[in-house]
């Protein structure tokens, strides 16, 4: 009845809240963890087989053990439910970057071109939900996660221009500035490195590796970042500093 529904939102409510403090645990407390947020969801999913919430758990559980493609299928059949937001794409989006990702690894060396379809799937999925939760924080997340899919298909003028954009609705959010100075050193990196290339992208591509330098000798100045903002993973001191001396160089 009504009071076991309860029971069930608030296993899953429980669960929900381990899981947004797993990143603080060590290693083997987060393992032990992800057992009994896996043990609890599947009990959830058992007894309510239409519980949306309960399932896109399973599928963050199968995200966070790298299991991407099952992760894929739990997110497409809850995606697919009337009464599920756009949240749920949301997730199938960072699923589809992460299974582009790991198909990229797998094929590197073998080929110097990017496979993108999972990419621009995700591209879709991020441009879809930024139409249907229309929040400054959301924007600014949302078009986080777009830029760096673009940024992983190896569009680096258009996860330029992105990042940009970013920087207009944060300009005080200094990782978001590292974020810029990177695209802008992958733009000047792809410029250098074509095959064909005119005077003016030479012109274009060194005008781009000298401003990444600039930036990231201002940063080395600030690192730890400090502040809240739409990046969660934030650079490191040694990530800056080996910028600035591969820009330097």
């Not at 439910?81 to 790991?102: D, M, P, T, W």
């Not at 996660?145 to 954009?165: G, N």
């Amino acid at each position: 009845g009504s009071e076991k529904k309860l029971d069930m939102y608030a296993e899953v409510a429980l669960a929900s809240f381990w899981t947004e403090n797993l990143y603080s645990m060590e290693p083997e407390r987060r393992n032990r963890m992800l057992e009994r947020i896996h043990r609890l969801l599947a009990k959830v999913v058992r007894e309510d087989p239409s519980n949306a919430v309960g399932a896109a758990g399973i599928g963050c559980f199968l995200a966070m053990n790298h299991q991407y493609s099952d992760a894929r299928d739990v997110f497409s059949s809850v995606a697919a439910h009337r009464y599920c937001g756009s949240n749920f794409k949301v997730n199938l989006a960072h699923v589809q970057v992460e299974i582009g990702k790991v198909s990229n690894r797998r094929t590197h060396g073998a080929s110097k071109t990017v496979d993108s379809s999972s990419f621009q799937q995700a591209a879709k999925l991020y441009i879809d939900a930024m139409d249907k939760i229309p929040t400054a924080k959301s924007d600014s997340e949302l078009l986080l996660y777009l830029a760096r899919t673009i940024f992983e298909a190896e569009d680096y003028d258009e996860a330029l221009r992105l990042t940009h954009k970013l920087l207009h609705l944060s300009p005080q959010y200094l990782p978001l500035w590292y974020n810029f100075a990177v695209v802008l050193q992958e733009c000047s990196l792809a410029k250098m490195e074509s095959n064909v290339k005119s005077v003016k992208q030479i012109k274009q591509g060194a005008a781009e590796l000298d401003r990444a330098h600039r930036l990231f000798s201002r940063l080395r100045s600030y690192v730890p970042y400090e502040g809240s903002g739409p990046v969660h993973a934030k650079p490191t001191p040694q990530s800056t500093e080996a910028h600035y001396r591969f820009c330097k160089e």
